[in-house]
């Protein structure tokens, strides 16, 4: 079946440190593919998403490509901030339904 | 703004109880979904709706069922509640069941069965 891997957390990392959080998947045909961010207290919302292969989803300074030979679709951002803490969760879409990672915990200090 | 809402941001419950939590979306969405939130675990699907009086099962709906009697609510029933359903339950909602759409998401209620 469907599936999503992430990165296990916590990450930690000082203010304007670059940021990566890696996240595989297994689908048959052909998913699009998310992140979505959930700040403390919330629920989640989308962050970027990207619905074929080689595309870049990007939002907020985060972005990600779908690399379809590699099966990931891995979270970037050059600078991050303390206002960027939060969990990020990777997900696929495929015809009925999201399938979610367990999702990554992203502390960022001054 | 677009808009999800859930009736409780916290309830306690104690052990057999009937327990209902509501979900209300403003958007005229087609589609929407109960999951769970465990740490560890991600989201996981219990069940989803593509359309009043529809349901499909997801992947854990063992001890709950849902309610959808107009488009814009979505009732989940945990039948007599257990401790091992403490849990955040997050209600969400989208235009269209196909893959590429966005999902929109309540703030989530977190659960407790004592």
């Known amino acids: 079946g469907d599936s999503v891997t992430q990165m296990e957390g916590p990450v930690t990392l000082s203010e304007e440190a670059f940021l990566t959080i890696n996240c595989t998947y297994t689908a048959t045909g052909y998913p699009s593919l998310f992140w979505y961010v959930q700040y403390p207290g919330e629920g989640l919302q989308l962050l970027l998403k990207a619905t074929k292969a080689d595309d870049k989803g990007s939002n907020k300074g985060f972005e990600a490509t779908y690399r379809k030979e590699t099966t990931s679709f891995h979270l970037e951002k050059g600078s991050v901030q303390v206002s960027d803490s939060a969990v990020y969760f990777c997900a696929l879409g495929t015809a009925s339904k999201l399938t979610f990672g367990t999702g990554t915990r992203l502390q960022v200090t001054l | 703004d677009v808009k999800v809402t859930q009736s409780s941001r916290y309830l306690v419950k104690r052990t057999g109880e009937k327990v209902f939590l509501e979900c209300v979306q403003d958007m005229d969405h087609e589609n929407m979904f109960w999951y769970r939130q465990d740490p560890g675990l991600g989201l996981r699907l219990i069940y989803f709706?593509?359309?009043?009086?529809?349901?499909e099962k997801g992947d854990i709906p063992e001890g709950y069922s849902v309610s959808r009697e107009k488009k814009e609510r979505f009732s989940l029933i945990l039948e007599s509640a257990s401790t091992n359903q403490t849990s955040m339950y997050l209600c969400a909602s989208s235009a269209r069941l196909t893959g590429n759409t966005e999902a929109f998401f309540g703030q989530g209620t977190r659960l407790t069965v004592v």
């Open positions: 709706s593509y359309d009043v009086k529809m349901k």
